[in-house]
Every structure is written in structure tokens, then in C-alpha cells.
């Protein structure tokens, strides 16, 4: 669970320590085995939280946590090289983002427009064409039997 991958062990590099992180930042805990101080328990290693407390060397992170059948918001503290920025809020403010200049763009045209996110539509139908690439239709069936006994 805690093993590194192959040829990355030793300690972490400096620019683990530079990660700047933020309160209400979306971080993902996965412990790092070089490092024991300030190492979260192993029910955490995997999980998203959001950061509640930044200190000099170690953030305060929101996990959810099942406890007999209910899910529980946990606070934990972890050190900094035991977290990573996460991903998961990625497509969300990209989104946010294109909504934004579609909703300017609206305003400026004055043509209304959908923000909502839509499924993926069946394909386009299509015409197959019946002749071969020379033009000509070309009709083939099968050998008649013949018994060679």
C-alpha cells in the first residue's frame, strides 16, 4: 500500500515543499513512506478532502469517513508531503469558465444560450452507397454442390 514505485525511491524533492496550498483547496492524501512524520492513517491514503487549516508545515484536511453505516466529516491534520493538488474540480472550472464567455457573448448578440451540459447524441444516419468504387453493382452467389464421391 505504501510501496514506491520503482526507481522513485528516497526522499521527496524540494518542490514537494513549494506546493502552495490554499484554504478550500480539493487536495488528494496519499502518504509517502519516506516520510513517517505527519503520515495519515492508511484509511485515508487515496482520499480527496478539502483544506480547512494551512500551517507551516502541514495543512488541515475535511475527509469523509463511513462510521457505522453514516458518513462522517473527519478533520485531520496531515504534512505537506503527503498530499497532492487534485484534479477533480478540473472539468467544473473549465466549465465555469466557457459558461462565463458564452454568457458575455450572449449579452453582446442578444441570443439566448443553454449553459445546460447535454448527453452524448446518437450519431448522425447515413446513406450507404450500394455501388462499388468503379460504379457498378456487383451481384455474387454461391457455387452450385457437387458431390465428388
Same mark, same amino acid.
Given at each position: 500500500?505504501?510501496?514506491?514505485?520503482?526507481?522513485?525511491?528516497?526522499?521527496?524533492?524540494?518542490?514537494?515543499?513549494?506546493?502552495?496550498?490554499?484554504?478550500?483547496?480539493?487536495?488528494?492524501?496519499?502518504?509517502?513512506?519516506?516520510?513517517?512524520?505527519?503520515?495519515?492513517?492508511?484509511?485515508?491514503?487515496?482520499?480527496?478532502?478539502? $483544506?480547512? #487549516?494551512?500551517?507551516?508545515? %502541514?495543512?488541515?484536511?475535511?475527509?469523509?469517513?463511513? @462510521? /457505522?453505516?453514516?458518513?462522517?466529516? =473527519?478533520?485531520?491534520?496531515?504534512?505537506?508531503?503527503?498530499?497532492?493538488?487534485?484534479?477533480?474540480?478540473?472539468?467544473?472550472?473549465?466549465?465555469? $469558465?466557457? #459558461?462565463?464567455?458564452?454568457? %458575455?457573448?450572449?449579452?453582446?448578440?442578444?441570443?439566448? @444560450? /443553454?449553459?445546460?451540459?447535454?448527453? =452524448?447524441?446518437?450519431?448522425?444516419?447515413?446513406?450507404?452507397?450500394?455501388?462499388?468504387?468503379?460504379?457498378?453493382?456487383?451481384?455474387?452467389?454461391?457455387?452450385?454442390?457437387?458431390?465428388?464421391?
Amino acid at each position: 500500500m505504501f510501496a514506491k514505485k520503482f526507481r522513485q525511491h528516497g526522499l521527496p524533492t524540494l518542490s514537494r515543499y513549494q506546493m502552495q496550498v490554499k484554504v478550500g483547496d480539493y487536495v488528494d492524501i496519499f502518504a509517502d513512506p519516506s516520510i513517517h512524520k505527519g503520515m495519515p492513517h492508511k484509511h485515508y491514503h487515496g482520499r480527496t478532502g478539502i $483544506v480547512f #487549516n494551512v500551517t507551516k508545515s %502541514a495543512v488541515g484536511v475535511r475527509v469523509n469517513k463511513m @462510521v /457505522n453505516g453514516r458518513i462522517l466529516e =473527519k478533520r485531520i491534520h496531515v504534512r505537506i508531503e503527503h498530499i497532492r493538488a487534485s484534479k477533480c474540480q478540473k472539468e467544473i472550472l473549465a466549465r465555469k $469558465v466557457a #459558461n462565463e464567455q458564452a454568457k %458575455a457573448e450572449a449579452a453582446k448578440t442578444g441570443v439566448k @444560450v /443553454n449553459l445546460k451540459r447535454q448527453p =452524448k447524441q446518437p450519431k448522425a444516419g447515413y446513406f450507404l452507397p450500394a455501388a462499388g468504387p468503379d460504379g457498378v453493382i456487383t451481384t455474387i452467389q454461391p457455387l452450385p454442390f457437387s458431390d465428388l464421391v
